[in-house]
Structure formats: structure tokens, C-alpha cells
């Protein structure tokens, strides 16, 4: 039997009873690789952002892919030889941009705590745009940018208060949440920034949030923003771009999202509304791009069988998938090869991880059949989980590998102890 794509991941198939990534088995991947092992399709990954590209046919748009989704470098490739920027949030980013081939001129860089080192970093290498988020960065950047005889590209990242109705954790357009200004003070600090004679006003920017299903928090957004532009232009500061963020979600659990095609044939009908169609578009968006284009294989150490709980314990944990501890967010789980979990009955488990922490869960309240020994697949693991992942109780982070068709790359090898203890120095004497 063959079932043709799972929910939300088109290019991860049930073939025969075995899962399938593009052209490739995985269970042959897990025997050859080990794991816990991420592997992602790299034409999941394309499609994901061919509906972006669909949705800005005809529009002066650049598309920057928000890299603290998933920053490994073989993921950074394929957005970069796509002809996508990148959303950085680090000196350190700006260095894998490079690593992997990225344009400086197509970065933009956001965050609310760039140091001095970061914006010199950032400035050598000819960054396209800081997105400023306070007006004390706007005088450091300033700074910063004549002292090397320079103008800093900026753009001021204006908080709409438009509630995006997603998990606290990644709402990130509120009046009190730490990012961006205030929308009342925003006119005030755009006419601040033109008077700095280190900046460069280029554009402006928001971000609500992340995991959002709707479009109406997008439109709203848009509305309130606008209006800025309106003010901003009025008041004889021209705006070369705007910049809408990411955020848009992904069907972890029967979530439907908008395509990106149609919530943008959306957006641009508001903004064509506003008389603003002609100004060249930017967004980040990350978990839309990845995020269903990569798993994570894993296999089952024991099953423990409990009075209250019956426990399935797997050999990935929270510092490989973080996401379930820090967001309570679900992941589905399903067995990699279906023919060998027949023999178990099927049980109501809940999935952890060997961490030494009762958040370190990765599934609750599953049904399975299970026994030690299966593979089990965490789905929509390409965002946010290796880009998260750490090295807590001495657990080194998984490999990775990309599939082309039937090619595999390995893009990540497993790390080792000694990997993990290079930085470290025992006491002398
Ligand atoms: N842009 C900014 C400024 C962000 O903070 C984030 C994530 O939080 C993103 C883009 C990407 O968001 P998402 O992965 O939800 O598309």
C-alpha cells in the first residue's frame, strides 16, 4: 500500500509500509546513520518557498529566510543557490551566511541585542539592512558606522500590538513584549534616525509572531503599519521597503494554515489598497520554509509500562527537540516501518527522551505498537529543533542529512564527546 504524502509533509511518503523521504528509505537511513538523526527533503524545502515565489510573481520582493529556523550550513545552501537572503540575528549567523555561500548584500539584521563587535562585523561585510529595535541602538549604530567612515542601512522595527494568537513564547508583536518600538513613538524615532549622520533610513519592519494559522493578524498588521508609512513619508522620509517579517505557521496537529501564495495574493490586495504595491517587499519567514521538510528518526530503547503511565523511551530527547519542553508544542510520532511494530499491542504511551528531566518529553498520550528496537519518526522537525539543540548531559547533537531525489548528504556528522569537550580546559597544578 502506498500512501501518498503524510499530513503537511509532501515530500515524505508511506511506500510499502516503510517512510520514505523523496526517493530515499529511511529505515535504511537509521541503519546506516544511527540516531537520533535529522534527515530533510531538499524538495520539501523549495517547494515551501516556490509558493512565496508564486505568491511575489510580478512584485520587486526579496525573500529572506529567517536562519535561526534551522542554520546548518547545507540548509543555508539550498536558500542561497535559490536566490534567498537571510534574516540574521547574530555576528555569528552573518558567518554561516558567508560560510555557505550567502550574499552580505542580502542580509538584514534583526534582534534586540546587537553589540558593537556584531554591527562593525556586519557593516565590513556590506549588509543590506539592520532592523533596528530600540532608539538607543539607532544612536549606537550610528556611532558604530561613522567611526568606520560608513552609513548603516536601517530599517526601524515597529511593534503593531496586533495579537497573533499563537503560544505566548513566539508572540512577538505586543505592546509588552521586549521587541521592536511602540508603534505611537515609531514616527518619532524615524525622524531621529534621519538625523543620524551614521544611518541610512531604508525601510521599516515588523514581526507578530511565529506558528500563526490566520491571516487576519497579518492584515491587521499591515493596516497599522501603513499607516506609519504614510506618516513617515509625510513627515520627508522616503521608505525604500517594507519589510512584513515571518511567522507564518505550519500543520504540526491538523493546523490549517494559509498556503503562502494565498495569504500573499491577500496581503498585496491590502497593501495595492493602500497605494503601496509599487515599494519593494520584503519578508523573513522560517518555520514556513523547513519546517515540514525535515524529521527526526529515533529509536525505541524501552517501553515502560506503568500503573498511571505507560512510557516509551526513545534515544532522542529535549536537547535534540526542544520544542515539546520549552512550548508544550506537539510533534506527531509514527513508526518509520509499520510491519515491525504488527507484533505489539497498541498502547497509550507517553514519548521521552533518556534527559534527566521530567519536561524531557517529546510526545504525550500517544497511541502506538511498539516494541524496543522500533524506529520512530518525530515529524516537522526541520525548524527549530537542531537550530535549538544542545549539548545538555553530555548528549551530543545528531546528524543530519539532506535528500535530493535519491541522493543523500551528509550535512551534519554526529558529534562526539570530544567534540563536545574541545573548548574545555582542566585546572593546572
Ligand atoms: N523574523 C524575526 C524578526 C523573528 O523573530 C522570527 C522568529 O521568531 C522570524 C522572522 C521567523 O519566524 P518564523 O519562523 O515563524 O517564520
Known sequence: MTRPSLPGHPHFACREGELFAENVNLRELAAAHGTPLFVYSKAAMLSALAAYQRGFAGRHAQICYAMKANSSLGVLQVFARAGCGFDIVSGGELDRVLAAGGEAGKVIFSGVGKTRTEMRKALAAGIGCFNVESEAELDVLSEVALALQLRAPVSIRVNPNVDPKTHPYISTGLKDNKFGVAHEDALR?????????????????????????????????????????????????TLEHIDFGGGLGINYNNDTPPEADALWRQLLARLDAHGYGGKKL?????????????????EVLYVKPGE???????????????????????????????????????????????????????????????????????MSAGAYCMSMSSNYNTRGRAAELLVDGDQVHLIRRRETVEDQMRQELLVKG
Open 189 to 237: 524615532i524615524y525622524q531621529h534616525a534621519a538625523s543620524l549622520k551614521g544611518l541610512r533610513v531604508v525601510g521599516i519592519d515588523c514581526h507578530i509572531g511565529s506558528q500563526i494559522t490566520d491571516a487576519t493578524p497579518y492584515l491587521d498588521a499591515m493596516d497599522r503599519v501603513l499607516d506609519l508609512v504614510a506618516a513617515i513619508e509625510a513627515a520627508g522620509i
Open 282 to 298: 520584503m519578508i523573513e519567514p522560517g518555520r514556513s520554509l523547513v519546517g515540514n521538510a525535515g524529521v527526526c528518526l529515533t
Open 308 to 378: 498511571h503511565k505507560n512510557f516509551c523511551i526513545i534515544d532522542a530527547a529535549m536537547n535534540d527537540l526542544p520544542r515539546p519542553a520549552m512550548y508544550q508544542a506537539f510533534h506527531a510520532i509514527v513508526p518509520v516501518t509499520a510491519a515491525a511494530t504488527k507484533g505489539a499491542a497498541e498502547m497509550t504511551y507517553d514519548v521521552v527522551g533518556p534527559v534527566c528531566e521530567s519536561g524531557d518529553w517529546i510526545g504525550r498520550d500517544r497511541a502506538l505498537s511498539v516494541v524496543a528496537g522500533d524506529q520512530l519518526a518525530v
